[in-house]
Nanobody, 127 residues
Framework: QVQLVESGGGMVQAGGSLRLSCAAS????????MGWFRQAPGKEREFVGA????????YYADFVKGRFTISRANALNTVYLQMNSLKSEDTAVYYC????????????????????WGQGTQVTVSS
């Protein structure tokens, strides 16, 4: 049974930092591209960033470029989202997702491309 479990969310003041983790189990982690999405109240789920299966390629939404960084530790079956210079508009539930189809350097950015999803972790940024 595949499980993705996010952690590291919480409340932080604007300008602060958080690091989210997503621990995967029940799958061969190195065979999956991993993505982060978020959903704010009343809004649709949106792409934040993703890292390729090979870890050689990352891609970010414009609104997080230069502030967020995705990395992965295949030995730990974990993907991370380092979030710096947080803004109030970053407040949302953050989800990680795994995609088995995007091989090599490919970075999937569409939610429908992902096979598995975590339950999410709340990030609240106060201004």
């Amino acid at each position: 049974q595949v499980q993705l479990v996010e952690s590291g969310g919480g409340m932080v003041q604007a300008g602060g930092s958080l690091r989210l983790s997503c621990a995967a189990s029940g799958l061969t982690f190195s065979n999956y591209a991993m993505g982060w999405f978020r959903q704010a109240p009343g809004k649709e789920r949106e792409f934040v960033g993703a890292i390729s299966q090979s870890a050689t390629n990352t891609y970010y939404a414009d609104f997080v470029k230069g502030r967020f960084t995705i990395s992965r530790a295949n030995a730990l079956n974990t993907v991370y989202l380092q979030m710096n210079s947080l803004k109030s508009e970053d407040t949302a539930v953050y989800y990680c997702a795994a995609d088995s189809v995007a091989v090599g350097w490919i970075v999937p950015i569409i939610p429908d491309e992902y096979n598995y999803w975590g339950q999410g972790t709340q990030v609240t940024v106060s201004s």
